[in-house]
């Protein structure tokens, strides 16, 4: 991922709206509150009876901890009053996201509750291992390094039985920079339908990194070589499945593309966009699932997944990315705190922002940066390799969605 800007943040909390839904789920007895007339978002709630509806383990857990969290502010008697008379609305809010699937009760943030299904940490420990060693020497763009992590994952889709797009799986571009011209490449494969079609999905993950400074190397264990290993993981998963279950499978082309330069500038994926008008222009882009930095979780301990608000079904299909292993899906990144965290837009962050501009479709998997960020000490040791399991089969899931998913 490329670099932050240093931004200072003020940050307050305004407990009011919680003090109101803390205090409404303390409430014994629900049934005079009417919801009817009230419409969020499409959802009509008119004729729910709270009596009928059953918060669950989830809801109490909430309470719990909103209340615990609570407890140390002193509310003035103005904003308690307004607090009872918001009640209704509180309550109506919890109940809407409740209902449009916002909330998954399966999400614990926990690392515990994760329950892989088919991923394997040990090949993708060694898959970063591989990459981040010190024998690839950081994988900056026109080095050894990166040429070494080239002929790696050629390798690697070559054993997979993918195809080449056009020649050879390794696409050479040129890019600009403020006085020169340069040369990067990137790795793609394909996968075709059995039928010919014109329908294609594409994952991204960049391969480069920022190589050495005198004799520091800068591995990238987790930026990005634990998104290389979990489009390997995906890629090898899809030929097993294409092998034994076809059927289960939509009819699309795949392309999984290793991209190079994103670092200095995107330009991996800006040459990868502009290849894909001219060499495939009759081509339906149905979705670009960029990963980048997916090994790493903070607190709380789950991914990032940002693109959502391209897709007006998302909360049809979030579930099914974590019905089966449980992984704590965020859809924002965290507001940074303090005067020195880093402030990432995270629209242009990364190799999606080109594919953005092109109007096609993205989802983005990533955590925030961390203090081994663009270090020498982003390596392998630092890594959590079952959650990287886990944001694997999660973006799995997304490759395989039901078209319908993705039509806005």
Not at 16 to 21: F, G, P, R, T, V
Not at 180 to 186: F, I, K, L
Request: charged share 15%; net charge neutral.
């Amino acid at each position: 991922m490329r670099d932050s800007t240093q931004l200072p943040v003020t940050r307050r909390m305004l407990p009011s709206l919680y003090q109101s839904l803390c205090l409404i789920l303390s409430s014994q007895n629900l049934s005079g509150i009417n919801l009817s007339g009230i419409n969020l978002s499409g959802i009509n709630l008119s004729g729910i009876s709270p009596s009928s509806i059953n918060l669950g383990t989830s809801a109490l857990f909430l309470h719990s901890r909103i209340c615990q969290r609570l407890a140390k502010f002193q509310i003035p008697r103005p904003i308690k009053h307004q607090s009872q008379r918001f009640g209704i609305f509180a309550l109506a809010c919890f109940v809407a996201v409740t209902l449009s699937g916002c909330a998954n009760s399966l999400e614990t943030c926990a690392r515990t509750e994760l329950k892989l299904t088919w991923a394997e940490p040990a090949e993708l420990q060694a898959t970063v291992t591989i990459l981040s060693s010190d024998e690839f020497e950081g994988r900056k763009t026109q080095t050894q390094g990166a040429a070494k992590s080239r002929d790696y994952i050629k390798q690697q889709f070559e054993d997979l039985n993918f195809q080449p797009w056009g020649a050879d799986f390794i696409v050479p571009f040129e890019y600009q920079t403020f006085f020169t011209q340069e040369t990067g490449a990137n790795v793609v494969a394909t996968a075709m339908a059995t039928a010919p079609t014109n329908r294609w999905r594409i994952i991204v993950a960049h391969y480069d990194h920022l190589g050495m400074s005198g004799s520091k190397i800068y591995h990238g264990a987790d930026d990005n070589a634990s998104g290389v290993a979990a489009m390997l993981a995906i890629a090898k998963h899809w030929q097993q499945q294409f092998a034994l279950q076809p059927n289960t499978l939509p009819k699309v082309n795949l392309m999984f593309v290793a991209t190079d330069a994103e670092e200095p500038g995107l330009y991996g994926s800006i040459a990868l966009v502009e290849q894909l008008k001219t060499r495939l222009p009759e081509a339906t882009f149905e979705l670009m699932i960029n990963l980048d930095m997916v090994s790493h979780p903070g607190r709380p301990y789950g991914i990032y997944l940002e693109g959502s608000r391209n897709f007006t079904q998302f909360n049809q299909f979030k579930p099914l990315l974590n019905q089966q292993n449980r992984l704590c899906i965020k859809l924002t990144h965290p507001k940074p705190v303090g005067r020195s965290i880093q402030s990432t837009d995270w629209l242009r962050a990364s190799d999606h922002y080109p594919f953005h501009k092109a109007n096609i479709p993205w989802l983005y998997f990533g955590v925030p940066t961390h203090p081994q960020y663009h270090t020498p000490e982003d390596t392998v040791a630092t890594i959590d390799i079952t959650f990287l399991a886990a944001v694997t089969e999660s973006a799995f899931e997304l490759l395989q969605l039901n078209a319908e998913y993705l039509k806005n």
